[in-house]
């Protein structure tokens, strides 16, 4: 007879879809003009609308509608042209109406994807179930007195949009990344500042476990409000061994709603789905239903900027450069501008690509900044790129001594500045060949050992020679030279 194993042998995989707020970043509120800007002091920005004061009545932002089409249709959604608010009803103290207007039945945009990349080189598609509109409400502070809680009602109102993604995330790996590109679309689209610290991107993570093979979901809890793409990871990875351990010792999961603790790394229940709220949504009256015309979705449209991915690809075919080459540019719009700037005078385009993601890169990193702070223009660093590829400058010299100087004169173009530095390669054959004639006699010993066979000595005679040339020598030539001479 066979025991079965104490430990079940189970291999479970994780099922995850997330539910993202991200903070539109409109000058004014959803239905209001009251300021929408973080920071200030509290209640600074409110107004009858925000306060809910009888008779008050909201009226719709139109820029919320266009970032949110914006939005939809970078993730390749279907925008839906007939919009109405619901009110989701519930009692808080933060929520002086005593409901949230939102989009229930009826989103403004849905059925799209984000495709991502994994560090393994794998693509996922996730699906977008859907984007809506909502306003956020005040924040309750409960830290501030002993005895008394505070409400501070400047961000009831502040333009929401809710990003539900299909259950399609495996791994907290694809939850991170999916986040990270969010993050990036957001940014990059001009729509919020993205800033998980201050509440502009905030998330609740659904999670769920079955055996590896199953088709069938298993039952979800959902992680409230994770305000940072390190605490999505921590809670996923908590859940999933969580949920993998409670199963594996025969119990099951209860769908429930829970808070994650930063401090610990762990989850705890806040209500179970028998506790649910009923938001017994219904239209809001006191909101027209908008209508997005074929003319304003085609201005949408127009205005939108190219696309990280499109951006990539088109840079991929046009110079031939690797996706993660100019994954670099598609996610820097400065750098991509200072990249078009160059390209309209520089010689060899590749050329300007391979500075910019080489030693220019090198460069802003040492000093912990952007494009912003290389302070050569990019028409004068496209001369200094066409001077090295003439062959009059070596690049080390262009780096160390020319870029350096150009930044502290911009006025100057590059190649007089270089002569006045005198940097430029000396043409002078006459005088090269005569430091080589010197190197030669000096290393006698490793000249021996050249005509032996021992050919990687030659870098050493290539290397003293441009020494004595102040590194103003074309380095290919004087290879050329000094293999004549050892002939
Ligand atoms: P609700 O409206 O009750 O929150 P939804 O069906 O809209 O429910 O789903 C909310 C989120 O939960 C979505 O992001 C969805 O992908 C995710 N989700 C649904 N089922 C599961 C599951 N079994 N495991 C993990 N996530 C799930
Ligand atoms: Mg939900």
């Given at each position: 007879?066979?025991?079965?194993?104490?430990v079940?042998?189970?291999?479970?995989?994780?099922?995850?879809?997330l539910?993202i707020?991200v903070?539109?970043?409109?000058?004014?509120?959803?239905?209001s003009s009251d300021s929408?800007?973080?920071?200030a002091?509290?209640?600074?920005?409110?107004?009858?609308?925000?306060?809910?004061?009888?008779?008050a009545?909201p009226?719709?932002?139109?820029e919320?509608?266009?970032k949110?089409?914006k939005?939809?249709?970078?993730?390749?959604?279907?925008i839906?042209?007939?919009?109405y608010?619901?009110?989701k009803n519930?009692?808080?103290?933060d929520?002086?109406?005593?409901?949230q207007?939102?989009?229930?039945a009826?989103?403004i945009c849905?059925?799209?994807y984000?495709d991502?990349?994994?560090?393994?080189?794998?693509e996922?598609?996730?699906?977008?179930?859907?984007i809506?509109?909502e306003?956020?409400?005040?924040?309750s502070?409960h830290?501030?007195d002993?005895n008394f809680?505070?409400?501070?009602?400047?961000?009831a109102?502040?333009p929401?949009?809710?990003?539900v993604?299909?259950?399609?995330?495996?791994s907290?790996?694809?939850?991170?990344?999916?986040l990270?590109?969010?993050r990036?679309l957001?940014?990059h689209?001009?729509?919020?500042?993205?800033n998980m610290?201050?509440?502009?991107l905030?998330?609740?993570?659904n999670i769920?476990?079955r055996?590896?093979g199953a088709t069938a979901?298993?039952?979800?809890?959902e992680?409230k409000n994770?305000?940072s793409?390190r605490?999505?990871r921590?809670?996923?990875?908590f859940e999933?061994?969580?949920?993998?351990e409670?199963?594996s010792?025969?119990?099951?999961?209860?769908?429930?709603?829970l808070?994650?603790?930063?401090d610990q790394?762990?989850?705890?229940p806040?209500?179970?789905?028998?506790?649910?709220?009923?938001y017994?949504?219904?239209?809001?009256p006191d909101l027209?239903?908008?209508?997005?015309?074929?003319?304003?979705?085609?201005?949408i449209?127009?205005a939108m900027?190219a696309?990280?991915?499109?951006?990539?690809?088109?840079l991929v075919?046009?110079?031939?450069i690797s996706?993660s080459?100019?994954?670099?540019?598609?996610?820097d719009?400065?750098?991509?501008d200072y990249?078009?700037?160059?390209?309209?005078?520089?010689?060899?385009?590749?050329?300007v690509i391979n500075?910019?993601?080489g030693?220019?890169?090198?460069?802003?990193?040492?000093?912990?900044?952007?494009?912003s702070?290389?302070?050569?223009d990019?028409?004068?660093?496209a001369e200094?790129?066409n001077?090295v590829d003439?062959k009059?400058?070596?690049?080390q010299?262009?780096?160390?001594?020319l870029l350096p100087a150009?930044?502290?004169?911009p006025?100057?173009?590059a190649a007089?500045?270089?002569?006045?530095?005198s940097?430029?390669?000396?043409?002078?054959?006459?005088?090269?060949?005569?430091?080589?004639?010197?190197?030669l006699?000096?290393?006698?010993?490793?000249?021996?050992?050249?005509?032996?066979?021992?050919?990687?000595?030659l870098?050493?005679?290539?290397?003293?020679?441009m020494?004595?040339?102040?590194g103003k020598?074309?380095?290919q030539?004087?290879?050329a030279?000094?293999q004549?001479k050892?002939?």
């Open positions: 007879m066979t025991t079965p194993p104490a079940s042998t189970h291999d479970f995989e994780l099922v995850s879809g539910e707020h903070q539109l970043n409109t000058a004014s509120k959803i239905f929408a800007t973080f920071g002091q509290p209640n600074a920005h409110i107004s009858a609308v925000s306060l809910a004061l009888p008779g009545l009226k719709l932002n139109r919320v509608v266009e949110a089409v939005m939809g249709l970078a993730l390749n959604c279907t839906n042209q007939l919009n608010f619901d009110r519930y009692f808080y103290a929520l002086p109406k005593g409901y207007i939102t989009q229930d009826e989103p849905r059925n799209g984000l991502l990349v994994l560090a393994d080189g794998t996922r598609r996730i699906g977008i179930n859907r809506h509109l306003e956020d409400a005040g924040k502070l830290d501030q002993e809680s505070y409400v501070d009602l400047n961000r109102g502040v929401l949009i809710e990003i993604t299909e259950p399609d995330i495996r907290a790996e694809e939850a991170s990344l999916l990270t590109e969010m990036k957001v940014r689209l001009g729509v919020s500042d993205g610290e201050e509440g502009s905030r998330c609740d993570a769920s476990i055996e590896k979901f298993g039952t979800r809890c992680v994770l305000n793409i605490n999505v921590r809670a996923m990875d999933f061994n969580r949920q993998k409670l199963v010792a025969g119990g099951s999961i209860v769908q429930s709603t808070t994650f603790d930063a790394g762990t989850t705890a806040m209500r179970s789905k028998e506790e649910a709220n009923d017994r949504y219904f239209p809001d027209a239903p908008v209508s997005i015309s074929e003319e304003w979705l085609n201005a449209k127009a900027p696309l990280p991915a499109e951006i990539t690809h088109k075919s046009d110079f031939g996706n080459e100019a994954g670099i540019f598609a996610e719009a400065a750098l991509l990249l078009h700037k160059a390209l309209e005078t520089v010689k060899n385009p590749k050329s500075w910019l993601t030693p220019i890169r090198a460069l802003l990193n040492d000093r912990g900044t952007d494009i702070g290389f302070k050569v990019a028409a004068r660093f200094v790129i001077l003439d009059k400058l070596t690049q010299i262009a780096i160390q001594q150009l930044e502290l004169q006025a100057k173009d007089t500045l270089a002569a006045e530095m940097l430029l390669i000396t043409d002078n054959g006459d005088q090269l060949s005569e430091f080589a004639d010197q190197v006699e000096k290393f006698k010993p490793q000249v021996q050992a050249y005509k032996n066979g021992k050919k990687g000595v870098g050493l005679f290539v290397g003293e020679v020494k004595m040339a102040g020598a074309d380095a030539k004087l290879n030279l000094l004549e050892l002939k």
